[in-house]
């Protein structure tokens, strides 16, 4: 079963570092493109970062210079580290195969960044 | 940037009737476009991709179409689990980057 699971959410405080892991099973991640989408509280979902099966990593302009995709194909797992914290940074942030269209999606991981 | 803008906001309709979903790109996106279905508490769910083709699993009365700037999504008769949030979805090569649109509320009438 091709399945992805998100692990690493949680409260921090602004200015804070976070890293967000996403563990594959049923594919490989190296193989793939993978992204990652959050979505702020009642809000709608937002595209943050890509990395290709080749290695090329690009980012939402407001994530950019802050956030830093990558994988560790030995684990088979997509992470995404987030430096700067701010409050607008605030989601669910869910990991998804990138096929290239998003399917499957991970459960998600909540990110408060907070005081 | 592309931008999505569906339509509209929120549809209120009841089982067993029709319901027809916008997405209109601020330029043309080709056949580039999908369809997602989020339900409250879980992850969105890919329904349509390349406009008007169906993922796996996706029931039948749920159907895409259009391309270049207008696309619809049509479900042809409400089942109560159809009641979420549906969003679309394209993806532009360069730079990458891909953007959703704001998303169309499916209630219960």
Redesign the interface.
């Known amino acids: 079963e091709v399945q992805l699971v998100e692990t690493g959410g949680g409260l921090i405080q602004p200015g804070g570092s976070l890293r967000l892991s996403c563990a594959a099973s049923g594919f490989t991640v190296s193989s793939n493109y993978m992204?990652w989408?959050r979505q702020a509280p009642g809000k709608?979902?937002?595209?943050v970062s890509?990395i290709y099966s080749g290695g090329s990593t690009?980012y939402?302009d407001s994530v950019k210079g802050r956030f830093t995709i990558s994988r560790d194909n030995s684990k088979n797992t997509l992470y995404l580290q987030m430096n700067s914290l701010r409050a607008e940074d605030t989601a669910v942030y869910?990991c998804a195969r990138d096929a290239?269209?998003?399917?499957?999606?991970?459960?998600?991981t909540l990110v408060t960044v907070s005081s | 940037e592309i931008v999505l803008t569906q339509s509209p906001a929120t549809l209120s309709l009841s089982p067993g009737e029709r319901a027809t979903l916008s997405c209109r790109a601020s330029q043309s996106v080709s056949s580039?476009l999908?369809w997602?279905q989020?339900k409250p508490g879980?992850?969105?769910?890919?329904l349509i991709?390349d406009a008007s083709n169906r993922?796996t699993g996706i029931p039948a009365r749920f159907s895409g179409s259009g391309s270049g700037t207008d696309f619809t999504l049509t479900i042809s008769s409400l089942e109560p689990e159809d009641f979420a949030v549906y969003?679309c979805?394209q993806?532009s090569n360069w730079?990458?980057?891909?953007?959703?649109?704001?998303?169309t509320r499916l209630e219960i009438k």
């Open positions: 992204s989408v709608g979902l937002e595209w890509v690009y939402a869910y290239p269209w998003f399917d499957p999606w991970g459960q998600g | 580039y999908a997602y989020q879980q992850a969105p769910r890919l991709y993922a969003y979805q993806r730079p990458p980057s891909v953007t959703f649109g704001q998303g």
